[in-house]
């Protein structure tokens, strides 16, 4: 199988000035094609669910790496990467934990495409992980169910640790809804007025695709 890849390259007109030029090269799939390139989330997300995805997420992407020499110089080369398949069913979890996941994803994708699939349910901390796969490349099963939410904050006790913790929250879910509403066709306005609307918004998978959650149902 071959695969056509555009690549910028710089040369020299001269030792002082640089221009970039288009260089299509024809780039076969390493031998692990056909091979199984397959992390995700499955369940609760926590801490070793998290740890299991970033550490498959991080082999994959440098077991996929493809490294092309450079013709014209021996001593360059170019670097692409066969694609991870993320897979998502959840009902949610730790905030903490969603953003460090998507982080790496965020990280990686700008290599290494994702394409997220979510099956089953995707909910809660979830709908960032799908939404934050490569643009074009998010799927979601027809069947599958979306639910967004609020940051829920549980804490009780001291007076001043309930402010403190509720503060916390506030943030957070500041910063649930900006990621979200870069991700998604979704402004952050739209979405704060969303969850303020209701408790637990429920969406079926077109309507994902339709507020930019993903980019196709299968």
């Known amino acids: ?13 001269d030792k002082k000035e640089e ?3 288009d260089v299509v090269l024809e780039v076969p ?3 692990d094609e056909g091979k199984i390139r397959i992390t995700g989330i499955h369940g609760d997300i926590n801490e070793e669910r ?9 082999a994959l992407k440098e077991m996929g790496k493809i490294t092309i ?15 991870i398949d993320f897979y998502i069913s959840t009902a949610g979890g730790s905030a903490c934990e969603m953003f460090g996941l998507y982080d790496v994803m965020r990280g990686v994708r700008e290599y290494c495409p994702i394409h997220t699939y979510g099956v089953g349910k995707v909910m809660s901390a979830g709908v960032l992980l799908l939404a934050a796969g490569t643009k074009g490349q998010r799927k979601i099963g027809k069947y599958c169910r979306v639910m967004l939410h609020g940051v829920i904050s549980g804490q009780h006790g001291y007076l001043q640790d309930v402010e403190n913790e509720f503060e916390e929250a506030k943030i957070t879910q500041r910063m649930y809804v900006q990621a979200l509403a870069e991700e998604t066709d979704m402004t952050q306005k739209y979405l704060k007025k969303l969850i303020d ?4 918004v429920y969406l079926n998978a077109e309507e994902a695709v339709r507020l930019g959650i993903a980019d196709e149902v299968v």
Do not use: S
């Not at 199988?1 to 007109?13: D, F, Q, R, Y």
């Not at 609307?197 to 637990?200: E, G």
């Open 1 to 13: 199988m071959v695969k056509k890849i555009t690549k910028k390259k710089k040369k020299e007109e």
């Open 19 to 21: 221009v970039n030029e």
């Open 29 to 31: 799939h390493k031998q």
């Open 50 to 58: 998290v740890n299991e995805a970033i550490y498959g997420i991080l």
């Open 69 to 83: 020499p450079d013709e014209k110089d021996p001593e360059k080369y170019f670097e692409f990467y066969n694609p």
């Open 197 to 200: 609307k209701k408790t637990n």
